[in-house]
Nanobody
Framework: QVQLVESGGGLVQAGGSLRLSCAASGIFFRIYTMGWYRQAPGKQRDMVATITGGGSTNYADSVKGRFTISRDNAKNTVYLQMSSLKPEDTAVYYC???????WGQGTQVTVSS
């Protein structure tokens, strides 16, 4: 059974930084594509960034140059480093594992202006 546990969310001022973590268990982590998604109130859940088992990355246009996705296969963990945060980045951020279609429980990120 796949389990994904996010952490690292919180309240930050515009221009600040946060790092989200997602610890995975129950999968052969190193070979699977992982992603971060976010959902703001009243809006659909959108892809933020993805990273393949080989380390190839992809980003939504809205976060390019500000966010960085990475993974530590030894720790079964994927990270999202968020910098130059904007109020429009406020959302619940979810970790996603593509092979099983599993979601984490989400972590709230709030950016104040």
């Amino acid at each position: 059974q796949v389990q994904l546990v996010e952490s690292g969310g919180g309240l930050v001022q515009a221009g600040g930084s946060l790092r989200l973590s997602c610890a995975a268990s129950g999968i052969f982590f190193r070979i699977y594509t992982m992603g971060w998604y976010r959902q703001a109130p009243g809006k659909q859940r959108d892809m933020v960034a993805t990273i393949t088992g080989g380390g190839s990355t992809n980003y939504a246009d809205s976060v390019k140059g500000r966010f960085t996705i990475s993974r530590d296969n030894a720790k079964n963990t994927v990270y999202l480093q968020m910098s130059s945060l904007k109020p429009e980045d406020t959302a619940v951020y979810y970790c996603y594992e593509y092979n099983s279609g599993s979601w984490g429980q989400g972590t709230q990120v709030t950016v104040s202006s």
